[in-house]
């Protein structure tokens, strides 16, 4: 169910109106992908996610196991999301278990989910999207709409 979700949220334009957020800048990314290429997660095995791709003519590829490397955007954006918003939340956990030393995200944690959702959002759209890679090279908004412009998404 997730991963019909993701995927449904990705294709449909972004009306975040019911979620009462204010932005500073619009979100206009939408669009069917030609192929998703997933990991080897149980979310993405499953008939009922290759029936909605068969139906909606969107490719289903799967990665190699044990080979982060071959999908190194998706782990790469991981990182920064990792680095650039979640490191500072209160009731995180960590990737290391020494990091995490008598420090309990159970108590610890202090934000609604709803807060977190908001948060995100605005992280996505007002920061990530709208700010360049490290080598001042890309910004995420400006290559979407490049983008958009040579292959307008399909109706």
């Not at 030609?34 to 590829?61: M, R, Y």
């Not at 990792?82 to 990737?95: D, P, R």
Request: proline residues 6%; charged residues 25%; hydrophobic residues 35%.
């Amino acid at each position: 169910m997730s991963a019909a979700k993701a995927i449904s949220h990705a294709i449909k334009p972004k009306k975040l109106d019911h979620l009462n957020i204010k932005l500073q800048n619009e979100w206009p990314c939408y669009g069917k992908f030609e192929s998703l290429v997933v990991d080897n997660g149980a979310e993405f095995w499953s008939k009922s996610l290759e029936h909605a791709c068969q139906a909606t003519g969107i490719n289903i590829q799967y990665n190699p196991v044990r080979k982060p490397w071959l999908k190194p955007f998706v782990e790469r954006f991981f990182g920064m999301i990792n680095q650039y918003f979640l490191s500072e939340l209160l009731g995180k956990t960590f990737s290391n278990i020494l990091e995490k030393e008598e420090y309990n995200p159970k108590k610890d944690a202090i934000m609604r989910f709803s807060t977190f959702v908001e948060e995100f959002h605005r992280w996505v759209v007002d920061i990530y999207h709208q700010d360049s890679d490290s080598r001042d090279t890309r910004i995420p908004i400006k290559q979407w709409r490049r983008g958009f412009e040579i292959y307008p998404p399909s109706k």
